[in-house]
């Protein structure tokens, strides 16, 4: 076992595919295809995409009530890949459901409220966390913090992977972030989708981006990913600042999860012994292959092999 | 078939130091009979099955008649249950565990279930530590493929 994926406070994703869907009226769905249910959290689309990838990871998060049960039996149906270890509560799991009405062209979104976890619960599951620790090389934090548990928690996960030796990848957004910083992780990717203001820093232009990628560099982290500009990936250590691009002829189908896709394509690099440049162009062309599908899909090694011939790099200053 | 194909790969356990309560939350919650039981490391140390709680809460005496049915209900194994509940499981799990390897083929692993009536074995690596468990239903899916 390699990787270690955390996602405290995971959902299980409805999406519904409703024509002319109308506020106020009944819909019915009699074709089983327009109805995807899956598993969704960012630590879990990363251990869904190494699976892909043929790299073996164990998925770890809080899952509770029987929606928890049918993420987890959901989860090891399509995935048989991912080894599972999850501390059940009592308070049902997230769901988050979507309907899209492709005439209209719109998305609607119902989100749930997701457990409440007390500490009793939450120091059970850093225990487990950290008896895991002991296994693997890498492990990945990502996604939002569940009621109840305090914003800081990443950086004690942070703290107690790096003790042990294991490279950590932080893909979290908001006050959780700017805890989880304090505790040097070794690459960090911002989760800027909801707000562009980290650690108190509105982020506008590129040389806003740098400026905050070399503060997170300066307090300790090797590698810092922004997504920049929607399409682009601004990668900076202390020694060089990237602009990864995306070949413009491509057209997208998809963007949901690509995010996660370049964590795993990221980690295949690093698992290969690649330095962090060659593992960050691996992260763009997961992204990439991803992109080209319609569903949380990077064709395996092959697919992503093919991504890496649209990456495009271009030097920017530090 | 070997165990690594048909195993849920699933190292969810129990720490030896949890509680007996705990731990039937734990069972309740995810429909398991039982866990392995590991140390900080998951090295596999032991085994906890809701039948080992069950025994040290039914009177000894119970299991000597051949007919129970006519003691009346009382509420001694609920108070004999709230007397353990904040136990650690370390009074109550099996120590010799048995246990199966990923290379082990599904017959050893179905013989060694007939031959001690377990619910699930734990299945360890190369270094021995916990990398999932095989069940009943799990192998009889596996031979339906």
Redesign the interface.
């Known amino acids: 076992?390699d990787v270690l994926t955390v996602t405290l406070n995971p959902a299980l994703d409805m999406v519904m595919e409703v024509d002319d869907f109308r506020v106020g009226s009944i819909h019915r769905i009699f074709d089983s295809a327009k109805v995807h249910v899956s598993p969704g959290g960012k630590g879990i689309n990363v251990s869904m995409y190494l699976d892909q990838l043929g790299i073996k990871s164990?998925a770890v998060g809080i899952l509770?009530g029987l929606t928890?049960?049918m993420f987890h039996m959901r989860l090891?149906k399509d995935h048989?890949?991912?080894?599972?270890?999850?501390l059940?509560?009592?308070d049902e799991t997230r769901e988050d459901m979507t309907i899209s009405d492709k005439n209209e062209n719109t998305l609607t979104e119902i989100n749930l409220p997701g457990p409440k976890i007390d500490e009793k619960h939450l120091n059970?599951f850093m225990?487990k966390y950290?008896?895991?620790l002991?296994?693997v090389k890498i492990c990945v934090i990502g996604g939002t913090v569940p009621t109840g548990v305090p914003l800081d928690v990443y950086r004690g996960m942070i703290e107690k992977a790096e003790k042990s030796g294991v490279m950590t990848i932080v893909n979290v957004h908001g006050e959780p972030l700017t805890h989880a910083i304090k505790a040097k992780p070794t690459i960090v990717k911002p989760d800027i989708r909801g707000s562009k203001i980290v650690m108190g820093k509105k982020l506008e232009t590129l040389k806003d981006y740098v400026e905050s990628a070399k503060e997170m560099v300066n307090m300790g982290t090797k590698m810092v990913i922004y997504s920049f500009d929607i399409k682009n990936d601004l990668v900076v250590t202390s020694e060089w600042a990237y602009l990864f691009k995306m070949k413009t002829e491509l057209k997208s189908e998809n963007l949901l999860g690509v995010g996660d896709a370049y964590i795993a394509g990221l980690i295949y690099g690093i698992l290969e012994g690649k330095d962090l440049f060659e593992s960050a162009r691996y992260g763009m062309a997961a992204a990439i292959a991803d992109e080209m599908t319609k569903e949380k899909d990077i064709g395996g090694i092959e697919g992503m092999n093919r991504g890496l011939k649209f990456v495009e790099m271009e030097r920017v200053s530090l | 078939m070997k165990v690594i194909d048909f195993m849920e790969k699933d190292v969810t356990a129990i720490f030896i130091d949890e509680t007996v309560e705990e731990f039937i939350q734990a069972c309740a919650r995810q429909f398991r009979a039982g866990m392995p039981v590991v140390d900080s490391e998951m090295y596999v140390i032991g085994v906890i099955t809701e039948s080992d709680i069950i025994h040290a809460i039914v009177p000894s005496y119970m299991e000597m008649l051949h007919s129970t049915s006519f003691i009346p209900d009382t509420d001694i194994v609920k108070e004999r249950l709230e007397d353990i509940k904040n136990k650690s499981i370390s009074e109550f799990m099996s120590r010799k565990v048995d246990v199966l390897k990923t290379t082990d083929t599904l017959l050893s692993a179905a013989a060694l279930i007939i031959k001690h009536g377990y619910r699930f074995v734990p299945v360890i690596d190369e270094e021995n530590h916990l990398v999932g468990i095989v069940t009943r239903a799990g192998l009889l899916k596996a031979l339906l493929k």
Not at chain 1, 80 to 86: E, L, R
């Open positions: 076992m164990v509770g928890g049960r090891k048989d890949g991912i080894t599972t270890s999850f059940y509560v009592e059970l225990k950290t008896a895991l002991s296994r």
